[in-house]
């Protein structure tokens, strides 16, 4: 195994399942679900009224200016909640870092207005009952906070926490669904190869909670099974219906190896490598040469084996034909290897997904053993992989692929390994 130059040192996480490492641990060995009734708005009139919601969170206690709330939007909260939690965790302070190679890359989802904001400038715009587009300059902007659009761009999760953190190094942020945040981590590892950085803080974060979300995609990809929320998200299981959605964040610390050594640091995982290909569903349909590509490359740039790999944190999006074409991959690729789908206790976090799901492998690294997949009853004979289920598994290799996909047909494939 080559000694990889870019390490994860910390990591933090906003979820439907806890807020920061322990409460995510906890509930991932507990086979705790976070899919529940929405509570956060009235969802009484939506096709869909559950999802994987984060409760219990007060970001008062993470974002610092307070008066930056005013420009923050709930998925930008999560992000800097998420980044804070992972700079504790690392146990790095801002200021231990040269400010001008300390970058953050983060991934975002398209950020969606709440309804009550536009309301007063909506009604501005009436004439006689019709909404009169020509009155918007006129009259609607009046009605609005001057500063509102800065809480709905896509990259300010990213500008938020690098003037936090007086991150003057590399800023990026990347928008590619729900591949988003390991894009984020593979693009931040890629900084630090390039001697571009020497930290770097690279996650995602989303709300697909939202109610303009639920109302704006398609609902024929989501679960209907709203008499039992929590067993709603079924990954690679015979009886799946469709995904379920979900909100949270979450980021990790990259560092160069020589950085984090010479400061003593715990040195969660090392970045081996990583794969990313895109496959046009065909007619409608997606298939297994994307994800098999991606199996591949990652491995490859890793210089593993794939009995290497001691465990696969598959996408497992839970729709009939891309929990499917998945399986067939990693059937392909590394045979019987044991592989957990953590979105069946959170659902699809969107742009954040990839990296909440990478902090369930670095868990099990830490942990040494791989968590299970709840909701997997009956096994499907289209997925035929060796899906953890009833007990955590040991680990009997202690590095993990993590694999993320969009229904869309982009797939990232990434090897972590613990010293």
Not at 64 to 74: F, Q, T
Not at 238 to 248: C, N, P, S
Not at 345 to 368: H, I, M, Q
Request: net charge negative; proline share 5%.
């Amino acid at each position: 195994m080559k000694p990889s130059e870019v390490v994860i040192t910390g990591v933090g996480m906003v979820s439907p399942i806890g807020i920061g490492r322990a409460a995510f641990r906890d509930a991932l060995y507990a086979g705790r679900s976070g899919v529940r009734r929405i509570a956060q708005f009235d969802s009484s009139t939506l096709g869909v009224d559950f999802g994987g919601e984060v409760s219990d969170f007060d970001p008062k206690e993470y974002v610092r200016p307070r008066k930056s709330l005013k420009v923050m939007s709930r998925d930008i909260q999560f992000g800097f909640a998420a980044a804070d939690l992972a700079m504790l965790d690392a146990n790095l302070a801002a200021d231990a870092v040269d400010s001008d190679r300390f970058g953050v890359v983060y991934g975002a989802d398209m950020i969606y207005c709440e309804p009550d904001e536009l309301a007063a400038a909506y009604r501005a715009c009436l004439v006689d009952g019709a909404f009169d587009f020509d009155r918007w300059g006129s009259h609607a902007l009046a009605e609005m906070y001057p500063l509102w659009l800065l809480k709905y761009l896509p990259n300010m999760s990213a500008c938020h926490v690098s003037i936090s953190l007086n991150a003057r190094g590399p800023s990026n942020s990347i928008t590619l669904g729900e591949v988003s945040s390991l894009v984020a981590i593979a693009e931040a590892t890629r900084i630090i190869e390039r001697g571009a950085a020497d930290v770097m803080i690279a996650g995602g974060a989303s709300n697909r909670l939202h109610p303009n979300v639920i109302l704006f995609r398609d609902q024929t990809l989501l679960s209907h099974r709203r008499e039992d929320p929590a067993a709603a998200c079924r990954p690679f299981d015979r009886d799946r219906d469709g995904m379920v959605a979900g909100e949270g964040a979450a980021a990790v610390v990259l560092e160069r190896r020589s950085h984090a050594e010479a400061r003593g640091a715990r040195v969660l995982a090392g970045v081996l490598g990583f794969g990313n290909t895109f496959a046009s569903p065909r007619h409608g349909r997606p298939d297994s040469s994307g994800p098999r590509r991606a199996l591949e490359l990652a491995l490859r740039e890793a210089d593993f084996a794939s009995s290497d790999i001691g465990h696969v944190n598959a996408s497992g999006l839970a729709t009939i034909d891309h929990d499917r074409a998945e399986a067939e991959a990693i059937r392909a690729v590394f045979g019987d290897v044991p592989v957990t789908a953590p979105k069946s206790f959170f659902g699809n976090l969107g742009a954040a997904t990839g990296a909440v799901e990478l902090a369930a492998s670095l868990v099990a690294l830490d942990e040494g053993h791989v968590p299970v997949t709840l909701n997997y009853a009956t096994p499907d004979p289209a997925c035929p992989i060796n899906v953890v289920r009833g007990q955590p598994t040991a680990i009997s290799t202690p590095a993990a692929l993590a694999l993320s996909q969009s229904p869309q047909g982009q797939t990232v494939a990434m090897v972590i390994a613990k010293d």
